[in-house]
């Protein structure tokens, strides 16, 4: 049974860092790309970050510089390191699995088996 657990979200200041985990178990964790999707209330989830099992990474515009997207295939654990949060980016933050090294469709959830249950990040002033 797959089973990705988000963890290391809360209640932080805008401007703050906030490291998120994912911790993977069920599969071979280094046979699968990894990305991070996140979700505001009344909002659809919107891609994050992606790193492909090759360690190639990819960010959305909005966190470019921001945000860091890492993983421990020794561990079985997915990160993102969130710098200078902002307000607007309080969210459910959810990890997703895909199978393989693909290069393209990596911001479409509809191309990830596998799921997190999510992190609640929550930014305030």
């Known amino acids: 049974q797959v089973q990705l657990v988000e963890s290391g979200g809360g209640l932080v200041q805008a401007g703050d860092s906030l490291r998120l985990s994912c911790a993977a178990s069920?599969?071979?964790?280094?046979?699968?790309?990894m990305s991070w999707f996140r979700q505001a209330p009344g909002k659809e989830r919107e891609f994050v970050a992606a790193?492909?099992?090759?360690?190639?990474?990819y960010y959305a515009d909005s966190v470019k510089g921001r945000f860091t997207i890492s993983r421990d295939n020794a561990k079985n654990t997915l990160y993102l390191q969130m710098n200078n949060l902002k307000l607007e980016e309080t969210a459910v933050y959810s990890c997703?699995?895909?199978?393989?090294?693909?290069?393209?469709?990596?911001?479409?959830?509809?191309?990830?088996?596998?799921w997190g249950q999510g992190t609640q990040v929550t930014a305030s002033s």
């Open positions: 790193i492909r099992r090759s360690g190639l990474t």
């Open positions: 069920g599969l071979t964790f280094s046979l699968y790309s």
């Open positions: 997703a699995a895909r199978y393989g090294d693909y290069a393209g469709r990596y911001s479409d959830n509809r191309v990830y088996s596998y």
